[in-house]
């Protein structure tokens, strides 16, 4: 994560239930039995579960099926085998503990049948059971898109991933549950570690490019690609911000480019920071981002001669973004890292090169539009 999740972000009492749920039925799957109401908790999300049950002529398997087939998958287990996977559950709890000491193959000793089967009640406990009325009820009537506005007020409105987007745009007259939000990125996919797939702290929104482009379903603790375990920021804990830093490449080209690097010589952090570009594609995001440095100095300095844009930049500078406003702006954060590092340099240079891409571009677009 590019900043910390404040430590008052408000948990999803539907998530926490649901959670809470699927460890009861963790461990009462554990003894030998048929399946039975007793294998669900006797209270209002215990109900709500072991009602969604499929009609006698529908196709589609609801959350009570969805725990059966589990069930039926967890007997062909050994007992020893399904105590494994409800301590497993129960002592994993802690995610900052699992983040401290990651463990990619917390659940490789499960069949791929009973896998499969936790894989796709965790998936259907996300994806359906929390929009259930009678689960929301059970939750204090707080429905995920009211979460999510209390996640803003917390957080604010800019990708705590990225810096660069807003993670869902806000309309005007229109009331909480119609305004449009960000889906909820699972830190640990919940195709890989399913028994996380509604755990509270494992859920929160980031923007659609991080968590629908550039993550989908990497995993945080193992790299594919190269076939190593790796280390993660936990985002409560840890962020990047304080290790990055932002420089031009290919100075003597003829428009100059924006480079993100790392500005620690730690090798655990800068681990966790190559996972962090790895899973978002923030290097890529950023540089692409920045990719003209004329176009900044147009839009966003709007200096008019050398020394106007080294004013521009001072003042800048010597007027951090506050904390609100990192909340609010996208790009703020990475806009200050870069005038930083232009205030250390000589401008003359990229001015000239400025004015030079502008003389083969010719007239400036926005001008033309302006007078029609």
């Known amino acids: ?14 998530f926490e239930q649901l959670n809470n749920e699927l460890l009861y039925f963790l461990e009462h799957a554990v003894p030998v ?22 009609r006698a002529k529908g196709k589609e398997k609801l959350t009570k099926d969805k725990f059966q087939e589990l069930h039926c998958e967890l007997q062909k287990l050994t007992q020893a085998d399904r105590q494994q996977l409800f301590e497993t559950a129960r002592d994993n709890q802690n995610l900052q503990g699992l983040f401290e000491a990651p463990n990619h193959q917390l659940l490789t000793f499960l069949t791929l049948g009973c896998f499969t089967a936790l894989k796709e ?8 059971t929390k929009s259930l009325q009678p689960v929301i009820d059970a939750c204090g009537s707080v429905t995920i898109n009211a979460h ?8 604010g409105e800019v990708c705590r991933a990225c810096g660069l987007e807003r993670i869902a745009p806000f309309r005007a007259d229109t009331p909480i549950e119609k305004q449009w939000r960000a889906d909820y990125d699972h830190l640990l996919c919940k195709s890989k570690y399913p028994i996380y797939a509604v755990h509270p702290n494992n859920l929160f929104p980031i923007c659609q490019t991080c968590n629908q482009d550039a993550k989908k379903a990497e995993d945080m603790f193992f790299c ?19 290790y990055v830093k932002l420089a031009l490449k290919n100075d003597r080209d003829p428009e100059v480019c924006i480079q993100l690097s790392w500005l620690t010589d730690d090798a655990l952090i800068q681990e966790k920071l190559k996972t ?12 692409g981002r920045f990719i ?6 147009e839009d966003e300095l709007k200096a008019v001669s050398l020394d106007d844009l080294q004013a521009n930049i001072v003042r800048e500078v010597s007027s951090p973004p506050s904390a609100a406003t990192l909340k609010r702006k996208p790009e703020a954060f990475w806009l200050h890292k870069l ?27 926005a001008e033309f539009i302006l007078r029609g």
């Open 292 to 297: 003209s440095l004329a176009n900044i100095i």
């Open 33 to 54: 039995s048929n399946f039975t109401r007793n294998n669900l908790s006797a209270g209002a999300i215990g109900e709500a579960c072991w009602n969604n049950a499929k």
């Open 224 to 242: 594919h690609s190269k076939k190593r375990p790796r280390v993660a920021f936990y985002p409560f804990t840890e962020s990047a911000q304080d």
């Open 148 to 155: 999510f506005e209390n996640f803003k007020r917390v957080n």
């Open 121 to 128: 009640l965790s998936s259907h406990l996300y994806c359906s």
């Open 276 to 287: 962090w570009d790895d899973v978002y594609q923030i290097k890529k995001l950023v540089e």
């Open 1 to 14: 994560m590019l900043f910390y999740l404040d430590p008052l972000t408000p948990t999803f009492s539907v």
């Open 339 to 365: 005038y930083s590092y232009l205030v250390s340099i000589d401008l003359a240079p990229i001015w000239e090169q400025c004015h030079f891409i502008e003389e083969e571009h010719g007239e400036p677009g």
